[in-house]
């Protein structure tokens, strides 16, 4: 069974920086893109950053330049480095991988963690 555990969010003052982790576990076969996707309330759920198996990254244009995606290939393990936080990064924070199980017949889909709160305070 493959899982995303998520760790790294929290309170931060505005202008502060908060490191999100997301850990992929379970029987795995392949993992292809990974992103950061938030979502706040009253609103829907977006893409922030997204990263490729190869390294190829994509941000939403209201991060560019303040967050940073990153991946760790050998730990299944996917990073957003946040800095400049401002009280509109306030969101539920979701992370997502396309990943194929390593089951007979299995085909890749897509997972999500259970989310993890960043509050950015003014």
């Known amino acids: 069974q493959v899982q995303l555990v998520e760790s790294g969010g929290g309170l931060v003052q505005a202008g502060g920086s908060l490191r999100l982790s997301c850990a992929a576990s379970?029987?795995?076969?392949?993992?292809?893109?990974m992103g950061w996707y938030r979502q706040a309330p009253g609103k829907q759920r977006e893409l922030v950053a997204a990263?490729?198996?190869?390294?190829?990254?994509k941000y939403a244009d209201s991060v560019k330049g303040r967050f940073t995606i990153s991946r760790d290939n050998a730990k299944n393990t996917v990073y957003l480095q946040m800095n400049s936080l401002k009280p509109e990064d306030t969101a539920v924070y979701y992370c997502?991988?396309?990943?194929?199980?390593?089951?007979?017949?299995?085909?890749?889909?897509?997972?999500w963690g259970q989310g993890t709160q960043v509050t950015v305070s003014s």
């Open positions: 990263i490729t198996s190869g390294g190829s990254t």
């Open positions: 379970g029987s795995i076969f392949s993992i292809n893109a």
């Open positions: 997502n991988a396309r990943i194929t199980p390593r089951l007979v017949g299995a085909s890749e889909s897509d997972y």
